[in-house]
T-cell receptor
Framework: DAGITQSPRHKVTETGTPVTLRCHQT?????MYWYRQDPGHGLRLIHY???????DKGEVSDGYSVSRSKTEDFLLTLESATSSQTSVYFC??????????????FGDGTRLSIL | ELKVEQNPLFLSMQEGKNYTIYCNYS?????LYWYRQDPGKSLESLFV?????AVKQEGRLMASLDTKARLSTLHITAAVHDLSATYFC????????FGTGTSLTVIP
């Protein structure tokens, strides 16, 4: 299994509070991704990173920011959490975006509830 | 934006039966992935399909890709309870795009 650790695994917080989720990899992969998974929507990309300090937006980036100061760590921040951000968040990694046949590898997910 | 549609969204089938899950996508892509997700778990890669006509098989699952029709199928042969899970397809455009998933329940 790919070495991907997400923390925390579960979190309950209140509307308006800041929340940071962490993804740590031991595979030295260049690309890292944050997805949210909601019923009826599959997985939707929030942000991704293609290198240290290099990030780009996905299809549902509003209300989220990311940072990548080291190859192994990719942080997702909700500056002021809202109830619509209640979801399961998955981190994924890949060696490249499109150039080879390797799939993404996923972490175990973080279940976030915002009351 | 690339759209990926899967059908059916929910599938309940008896053990021993065959069935097919369909994945349609809206624009040209030359690679498609299938994943499995057990309840409360992460996604596990099943197949990577890289070219038109590609076919991959693992146990009771067989995946195929028709890039001209923008269609991939995941065929289940003689289903067993252990195959109960949610199956996702994903297509690569400028990023990875996932289908909404097919929740499969195999009834003994």
């Amino acid at each position: 299994d790919a070495g991907i650790t997400q923390s925390p695994r579960h979190k309950v917080t209140e509307t308006g509070t800041p929340v940071t989720l962490r993804c740590h990899q031991t595979e030295n992969h260049r690309y890292m991704y944050w997805y949210r998974q909601d019923p009826g929507h599959g997985l939707r990309l929030i942000h991704y990173s293609y290198g240290v300090k290099d990030t780009d937006k996905g299809e549902v980036s509003d209300g989220y920011s990311v940072s990548r100061s080291k190859t192994e760590d990719f942080l997702l921040t909700l500056e002021s959490a809202t109830s619509s951000q209640t979801s399961v968040y998955f981190c994924a990694i890949s060696e490249t975006m499109t150039a080879n046949n390797q799939p993404q590898h996923f972490g175990d997910g973080t279940r976030l509830s915002i009351l | 934006e690339l759209k990926v549609e899967q059908n059916p969204l929910f599938l309940s089938m008896q053990e021993g039966k065959n069935y097919t899950i369909y994945c349609n996508y809206s624009t040209t892509s030359d690679r498609l992935y299938w994943y499995r997700q057990d309840p409360g778990k992460s996604l596990e890669s099943l197949f990577v399909l890289l070219s038109n006509g590609a076919v991959k098989q693992e146990g009771r699952l067989m995946a195929s890709l028709d890039t001209k029709a923008r269609l991939s199928t995941l065929h289940i042969t003689a289903a067993v309870h252990d195959l109960s899970a949610t199956y996702f397809c994903a297509v690569v455009g400028n990023q990875f795009y996932f289908g909404t998933g097919t929740s499969l329940t195999v009834i003994p």
